[in-house]
């Protein structure tokens, strides 16, 4: 990747780190670690690799991304907002009432948001209902969907992989959040999910394993992705819960709670340095 794009990519992460911090700070709850995790994948979906016109955000022939772990839609609207689909001003607004940005993505609400999610698989059953009407409607948009690696043990995530591969859906590209915690503890403690690559082959997927934070393999990823036919492709992210934030960082504590004053203090000055 030549270095100006790598750079721009990196400050468009930036940028979104600090919204989620602005927004979870803002309304006191949130989901900070597992949005901090996203950020990179994020950034390059809206910012390089998704067909979107923040202009238009209902644009018919648009590419689809559905936040399956709708909890950590901080991440989602500090993407939309930095690209422009709403002022980044909005942040502060989240989980407010009467606010377009409420704790769980909602379509009605929200420009850019393509689906309205929170209960975990409903994000990924979606996707892939919108990619075979891809399919059925003979349009070329494809779709992306980011899933939970705690949330990858919910039986829903699983039907909607049979259903993908049974239709052939190779317009469909889930990228799995590998970060390794979920609400109670470590994935691998709580109910492990893993391997991941194994299931998802045996489920009928092309599976492509990469580091969440290295834009070089992220858009390698899709790139093959977009080559593979005949099958729906599975991006393993391997990420860090809270990246970017030290304190932050692979404690599964920042799974759902705010920074206090003095922790959003030492946040943002560690993302604006």
């Known amino acids: 990747m030549e270095q100006k794009k790598l750079e721009a990519l990196r400050e468009a992460a930036r940028r979104i780190r600090v919204g989620i911090i602005e927004g979870t700070h803002a309304a006191k709850s949130g989901h900070p670690g597992g949005s901090l995790s996203i950020t990179d994948v994020m950034a390059y979906l809206y910012f390089e690799e998704m067909n979107i016109d923040p202009k238009n955000p209902k644009m018919e022939n648009r590419d689809r991304f559905v936040l399956s772990k709708g909890h950590c839609a901080p991440a989602l609207y500090a993407t939309l907002a930095n690209r422009g689909f709403f002022p980044v001003e909005e942040l502060t607004t989240l989980r407010k009432i009467g606010s377009r940005l409420q704790g769980h993505p909602d379509m009605t609400l929200t420009p850019g ?123 393993i992210a391997k990420t860090v819960k809270g990246r970017g934030v030290s304190f932050m960082e692979n404690k599964v504590n920042w799974h759902g709670a705010a920074p206090n004053d003095e922790q959003y203090a030492q946040a943002i000055a560690e993302l604006n340095a």
Not at 189 to 194: A, D, Q, S
Not at 211 to 224: S, V
Request: glycine share 10%; hydrophobic share 45%.
């Open 113 to 235: 948001v393509d689906m309205s999610t929170g209960s975990l698989g409903l994000g990924i059953s979606a996707a892939a209902g919108m990619a075979l009407a891809a399919k059925i409607d003979g349009k070329d948009y494809r779709v992306y969907t980011v899933v939970g690696d705690g949330e990858s043990e919910e039986g829903q995530v699983w039907e909607a992989c049979m259903f993908a591969a049974h239709y052939k859906l190779d317009n469909l590209c889930v990228i799995l959040d590998w970060n390794g915690l979920q609400i109670d503890g470590p994935i691998a403690e709580v109910m492990n999910p893993t391997p991941h690559d194994k299931k998802l082959e045996a489920f009928g997927f092309h599976v492509i394993s990469i580091d969440g934070h290295d834009f070089d393999a992220i858009e390698a990823a899709f790139a093959e992705a977009k080559t593979v036919k005949g099958k729906p492709t599975a991006i």
